[in-house]
């Protein structure tokens, strides 16, 4: 779906990154990285609560932190309405006795001609993807319109624009991530940034796990 959604752009992507995002469940069902992030951080006090609610569907949340353990899991399937599907199913160690999830599934709109992002357990965000390519061979990812599980689109008041930044590291030989969430009113409200290394899982060794994929799905593109 990231070759549908870049066209030619994909071919300039850094080779591991099109290793990476070319998963599709046929030569490797997906892949998992485990790593560091050297910062994860919010915006001022009153975002806090905002941020506490997104932990009830896995989607934000308060804590911050250094060096903080993670993992993301990229699993390729096909959802219940016959889409190829991906799963983003982000994990923080936030503290030695609280581990905080960041979920998300990402499907092609071939209506629309557009990669849709859900959040959270249930889905009960869509939001439209605008992908791009550097000059450095690294993606980059501009979150656009978010709409309700009812197709309604979301005030831009209440959502953020998420910013990704996603490279290849030939000299670590990692992944590097940067991510900003900023509200146009609020300003900054999350964000983390750091490194992992990444395995690849063969279908024949390897099914999908259920506690990555949603506990319900939305048919909404």
Known sequence: MFRRALGADFDRLHPQLQRRFGVDGADHVGCVGTGVM????????????????????????????????????????TDSYGRPTLTFVRTFQVSPHRRR??????????????????????????????LGVD??????IRSGTYRSRSGLRCPATV?????????????????????????????????YTGSFSLRYLRPDRAPVPAAVRPLRENARE
Do not use: C, K
């Open 101 to 130: 999830r960041f979920d998300a599934t990402m499907v092609w709109s071939e209506q629309r001609g557009v990669l849709v992002d859900y959040l959270g357990t249930h889905q009960h965000l869509a939001v439209d993807l605008h």
């Open 38 to 77: 050297d910062r994860v951080w919010r915006g001022a006090a009153f975002t806090a609560p905002f941020l506490h609610l997104g932990t009830l569907r896995h989607v934000l949340f308060p804590e911050t932190g250094e060096q903080v353990p993670f993992t993301i899991e990229n699993y390729a399937y």
């Open 159 to 191: 959502t953020g624009e998420a910013r990704l930044r996603e490279w290849y590291d030939e000299g670590t030989g990692r992944f590097g991530i940067q991510v900003a969430v900023t509200n146009h009113r609020f300003g900054p409200l999350f964000g």
């Open 135 to 140: 000059a450095t061979g690294a993606l980059t």
